[in-house]
Each structure stands twice: as structure tokens, then as C-alpha cells.
């Protein structure tokens, strides 16, 4: 299942539940999975068409006066051409509009550069009051969509374009702040969120199967980040490597490493997006030219050690 149709799903239900929740798109509700709520709620559904800037002050404006705003659409639009309104208008204010960035990352794959944001979550990182989730499967997404709805304040969740396997346990529990271990290590520890998760998950299998003790970290919220689960791992390991579909400046590298320099114990080890633009390209070969493959994540753990 897709993350959208996971978080589709489940905001109709929210909907349900709450008549204070609005959707806003900005022309791809299909691809937003808001396709539900439009249907069953259409006088609570709101289309604005190609205008990202639009979408977003119409959400704050909602917002302001006691709605429950999720608005979304591509993840390179809504947090690149609307950063004016999302910095002045949502995060200045602080109100409860929820952003919804679909198809980020190599993960879009043939939409090439114009179309893949690898610089969404540097950019939102940087606006305070936002709060930034990374669900790794439809469970996830699902859940991240009822934690947006309970926390007060501006949520940019990330998704990607395509379908994904469900890898988590039916009991999982997705808590804001807070990482998961996902498989048990001494020797090294990996972090990932989203699409990266079950790729860190198969590295570190086998690496088991060589000797090697290797800790997987969930981290689906990166901000706020759960600092005291990478200290841990910084102390109890020593060496950190993060993988993310996202630019290796501003991502999810740079805010583990901040953390790791200031405590002055451990070592971290990127594998990410370098400084460039993507290219067109099923998302399988973007992946394995950009190191965000199981060999790479397997070499780059021996190297470490």
C-alpha cells in the first residue's frame, strides 16, 4: 500500500470523528489519498488547484479561526515554492496545520530532479514550532497521521511515491520523539527512517550472519529527535551511520551528528544524497548510484569496523 492511501485512509476516519478537520489540495488528491474525505465530507474539502501558497494560506486561515488543516502535495512544492507562508503564516503563528510532503526523495524516481525533494526536511528543520515525522510503511503513515492530529501545532509528515510492504509489527506503536530499535546490536548502529528502514534492516541481517552485531534505529520522527536513544548508541557502540533518502546536508546525518559532536563521544558516517540534484531514473537504480543499497550499507559498516 502507498503511504498516501495509508494516510487518506486514515484521516477520513479522524474525519469522522472530529468535524473540525478540513483537507486542502493543491490538484492531487488522487495521489494524496484526501480522496476519501472529498467524498464522504465534500463541504469539508477544499480544492485550490496548482497553487501551493495558496493551499497553505488558506490552511492557516482555517486554522486560525479553529480548524484542524491538513493540506499536502508534492514534497519539492509545498515545502519549496510555499516556505513564505509556511514560515510566516503557519510556523510564526504556531497553529494546526498539518503538511502532508508526498513523493520526496530519489524515491520519485522518473519525475526526475524538478520533482524530487531531497531538501525537505533541512528546510523545514529550520522553522521552529514544526514537527517532522518519516513513516517507513502503511502502518506508520497511519499512525503518523493520528499523532499529527493529537499534537497542537504545525506537522510536516514525508512520504514517498511508491508502494510500500508493511515491515512493522501489527503491535507496533509509533510515539512522537521517540526511535524504535528494530534489531538488536553492539558493534555498530545504523539509523534510517522511511523507504531506508527495511534496507538497514536486510544490511544488518546480513552482517548477522557474518558475526557482525549490528543495532537498526527507526527514526520516524526527526524532529523533535530522540537524542538519549543516539547517545546511547554513540556510547554504547561508538560508530553511527545514517541512511536517508535526503540530502546528507540538513537531513537526518547532520542532526544525528549534531547531537554526537556536542556530546564528544562517537563517530557518524553519512550515506545519503551528496550535494547534487537527482537525475531521471527508476528509483532502483537512483538508489544503488547513490549508495542507499544493502551492499553499500554492508561495505560501509566494515569500513567502520
Not at 521552529?128 to 517507513?136: A, D, E, G
Amino acid at each position: 500500500m502507498s503511504l498516501t492511501e495509508a494516510y487518506g485512509k486514515a484521516l477520513l476516519e479522524l474525519a469522522e470523528e472530529d468535524d473540525r478537520i478540513v483537507a486542502i489540495d493543491a490538484d492531487v488528491g488522487i495521489r494524496m489519498g484526501t480522496k476519501y474525505l472529498r467524498e464522504k465530507f465534500p463541504n469539508r474539502y477544499i480544492q485550490v488547484g496548482i497553487a501551493e501558497q495558496n493551499a497553505v494560506g488558506v490552511a492557516a486561515g482555517l486554522a486560525a479561526s479553529g480548524k484542524i488543516c491538513f493540506t499536502g502535495t508534492i514534497a519539492v512544492f509545498i515545502t519549496g515554492k510555499a516556505w513564505e507562508q509556511l514560515r510566516q503564516s503557519v510556523a510564526y503563528p504556531n497553529l494546526n496545520v498539518k503538511i502532508i510532503g508526498g513523493y520526496s526523495g530519489m524515491a520519485t524516481g522518473p519525475d526526475g530532479a524538478t520533482h524530487q525533494a531531497c531538501e525537505d526536511i533541512s528546510i523545514i528543520r529550520s522553522l521552529p514550532n514544526f514537527k517532522i515525522l518519516v513513516p517507513c510503511d502503511p502502518l506508520e503513515a497511519e499512525q503518523a497521521t493520528r499523532i499529527a492530529y493529537e499534537t497542537e501545532g504545525p506537522v510536516y509528515i514525508r512520504m514517498v511515491r511508491p508502494a510500500l510492504h508493511f515491515i512493522l509489527p501489527s503491535d507496533y506503536k509509533m510515539e512522537i520523539g521517540k526511535a524504535v530499535m528494530l534489531h538488536e546490536g553492539q558493534d555498530i548502529t545504523i539509523i534510517a527512517y522511511g523507504m531506508t528502514v527495511p534496507i538497514a534492516l536486510t544490511a544488518a541481517s546480513n552482517l548477522k550472519s557474518e558475526g557482525i552485531s549490528v543495532r537498526v534505529l527507526n527514526m520516524s520522527t526527526i524532529k523533535p529527535i530522540d537524542k538519549n536513544s543516539i547517545l546511547a548508541a554513540a556510547q554504547e557502540t561508538s560508530r553511527i551511520i545514517t541512511v536517508e533518502d535526503h540530502s546528507i546536508i540538513g537531513g537526518l546525518g547532520s542532526a544525528v551528528s549534531e547531537i554526537v559532536a556536542e556530546s564528544g563521544k562517537g563517530k557518524v558516517t553519512r550515506i545519503g544524497i551528496p550535494d547534487t540534484f537527482g537525475e531521471s531514473c527508476p528509483y532502483e537504480g537512483l538508489y544503488n548510484k547513490f549508495g542507499l543499497n544493502v551492499e553499500n550499507i554492508v561495505k560501509k559498516v566494515k569500513e567502520n569496523l
